[in-house]
């Protein structure tokens, strides 16, 4: 099992999640995050925002359908050609995963 962390635009969550239950990923946890990327802020104007507002997407999925998954998070959350700032994907290994009210162990 894998675990993806997704930090994207909050404009494109909806069609991330949307795109992502349709293609057989249901189990998705959300997160506000705030942070900054290679880009190290944003200056509008004569202010700098060191801390940019973003969303934190976390799915669990099995080795083999990882590349699909990236490939959804990829295709819908960026924008146009590709901006700094369209967000950052990581994987890392999940050791077990449990249903709390039954006790199972796995998906």
């Known amino acids: 099992m894998l675990l993806v962390r997704a930090i994207i635009r909050p404009e494109k969550t909806g069609t991330v999640m949307s795109e ?7 189990a998705v946890t959300k997160m506000d995050v705030y942070g ?9 104007g004569e202010v700098y925002y060191d801390e940019i507002p973003k969303e934190m997407l976390l799915v ?5 359908d990882k590349d699909d ?15 700094f700032g369209d967000g950052r ?14 006790g199972k162990a796995g998906l």
């Open 69 to 83: 998954l990236v490939k959804i998070i990829i295709r819908t959350a960026k924008t146009g050609q590709g901006n």
């Open 60 to 64: 669990v999925c099995n080795d083999e």
């Open 36 to 44: 900054r990327g290679k880009q190290k802020g944003i200056t509008v």
């Open 20 to 26: 992502l239950a349709a293609a057989g990923f249901p």
């Open 89 to 102: 994907i990581f994987v890392s290994p999940v050791e077990s995963a449990y249903t709390i009210s039954t």
